[in-house]
């Protein structure tokens, strides 16, 4: 779920952060939870939970055919917008701030598919680049600009929880702080490529609406390869929207 052209993310590093306007605090039982964004010294201890919380259990990352090891330009990619703000925390504070869950957005924008491409072309790693063909076909056939008739949108790429603290619907409330994220920042519109049963499952209970589907197993590479075989319940990549 994340993707664009290399050198326009290298850049991403350099950008400030853009402070939230919103925190919350909430009990659930003896556990004491907070959202907020993720600034620069959470770098390693973002990149350690998605890693362990995140691509362990992701169906593409762990059902392609050539190797379930994430690719290191992926993780690469995918944590770095956390440098342009769009990347929300979830802390026990009753732990010291322990980090027990994480949701990490980029921007969709006009030529948004050709620069899924061309990354395509330029990856470090071959299952970077099959994953990324993959997006760019989901984004041709579903063009959530040219749908809602907006300018850009607010893409939640990554939303993971410790199975320590599932079922307190941590990752529901990250979705909806990532809404909260997007308006702060100016995005007219949210989406969300659920390659998850699960994922999709939330993203239905917090007000996303289903625009675009691809089966696994109708996606096959030039040879006619399924390179992505998840086992069920994950049998397609479901893409959701949101007006925000």
């Known amino acids: 779920m994340a993707y664009g052209h290399a050198n326009r993310y290298k850049r991403a590093r350099l950008c400030a952060l853009v402070p939230c306007r919103s925190r919350m605090a909430e009990f659930s039982r003896s556990i004491l939870i907070e959202y907020d964004v993720t600034h620069s010294d959470d770098y390693n201890s973002v990149l350690e939970f998605v890693l362990n919380h995140y691509y362990r259990d992701e169906p593409m990352n762990n059902s392609y055919i050539y190797g379930s090891n994430p690719a290191e330009d992926d993780v690469e990619f995918s944590v770095s917008f956390m440098f342009k703000g769009m990347a929300i925390k979830a802390v026990d504070r009753s732990r010291g701030n322990h980090l027990i869950g994480i949701s990490i957005a ?120 399924q390179l992505f075989q998840p086992s069920a319940p994950h049998l397609e990549i479901q893409t959701f929207a949101k007006r925000l």
């Open 106 to 225: 980029n921007p969709i924008y006009p030529g948004y598919v050709d620069d899924l491409l061309q990354a395509a072309k330029l990856a470090k790693t071959r299952k970077w680049s099959d994953s990324l063909k993959l997006l760019a076909r989901l984004q041709q056939s579903v063009n959530v600009l040219e749908r809602f008739n907006v300018p850009k949108c607010y893409d939640i790429e990554i939303v993971a929880v410790d199975p320590e603290y599932r079922g307190h619907s941590i990752g529901a409330k990250l979705f909806e702080r990532q809404f909260e994220r997007g308006r702060d920042l100016g995005y007219p519109l949210a989406s969300a490529d659920c390659s998850s049963y699960y994922s999709a499952r939330i993203a239905e209970r917090v007000g996303m609406t289903c625009v675009g589907r691809l089966a696994y197993v109708d996606y096959r590479d030039e040879h006619g390869v």
